[in-house]
């Protein structure tokens, strides 16, 4: 099981828009509904934010928002704010019925 | 509230077992599946396991097949990690999550250092 490719980092200036992308297969990002993002803060535990490609958690800003083309999932970050300097990742469910995760983002908030 | 706290954490030397526990409150724990995910110092994270909420259907990561073993006890709302044949790579913090294809409870995570 491979992980899910996601770029190391991205960085953006507060109030702009960011994308993390999650590259996948037909096996797994492509194959079902079940992507999910995660925000995990240095020491903390990871926090849902989506699930189901684009489903925002009850209670988590819709500045936060997923997608999925084909293989790829996506998550928009918009209207940056320092306190979304964090690490992201997504995760999806495989054809084999397990999980995987991506590689994980470092965003950073100049 | 809703809450996961995991333990059973420590050093362990390689080679040896230990067993790692999810304390579930707030919540109906028998009709959620639950994962185990692991982060190794300064790495992301790595899905490790995952049981069905009857406890019939168990899934596992290739690194840790044959070694590792997912359990749970729903009248005492209690999820396990058996960890065998424990390997320097198993160095880790182990979280417990909430859900099968969306983990929306982690726990507080527990250390297992594997070292001689």
């Known amino acids: 099981q491979s992980a899910l490719t996601q770029p190391a980092s991205v960085s953006g200036s507060p109030g702009q828009s960011i994308t993390i992308s999650c590259a996948g297969t037909?096996?797994?990002?492509?194959?079902?509904?079940?992507v999910s993002w995660y925000q995990q803060h240095p020491g903390k535990a990871p926090k849902l934010l989506i699930y189901d490609v684009s489903n925002r958690l009850s209670g988590v800003s819709n500045r936060f928002s997923g997608s999925r083309p084909v293989n790829t999932a996506y998550l928009t970050i918009s209207e940056l704010r320092p306190e979304d300097e964090a690490d992201y990742y997504c995760t999806s469910k495989t054809s084999s019925s397990l999980y995987v995760f991506g590689s994980g983002t470092k965003v950073t908030v100049l | 509230q809703v809450q996961l706290v995991e333990s059973g954490g420590g050093v362990v030397q390689p080679g040896r077992s230990l067993r790692l526990s999810c304390e579930a409150s707030g919540f109906m724990f028998s009709v959620f599946a639950m994962h185990w995910v692991r982060q190794a110092p300064g790495k992301g994270l790595e899905w490790v396991a995952l049981i069905s909420y009857e406890g019939t259907k168990t899934y596992y990561a290739d690194s840790v097949k044959g070694r590792f073993t997912i359990s749970r006890d729903s009248s005492g709302n209690t999820l396990y990690l058996q960890m065998n044949s424990l390997r320097d790579d198993d160095t880790a913090v182990y979280y417990c999550?909430?859900?099968?294809?969306?983990?929306?409870?982690w726990g507080q995570g527990t250390t297992v250092t594997v070292s001689s």
């Open positions: 999550a909430r859900g099968e294809s969306r983990m929306d409870v």
């Open positions: 037909s096996s797994d990002v492509g194959a079902y509904n079940h």
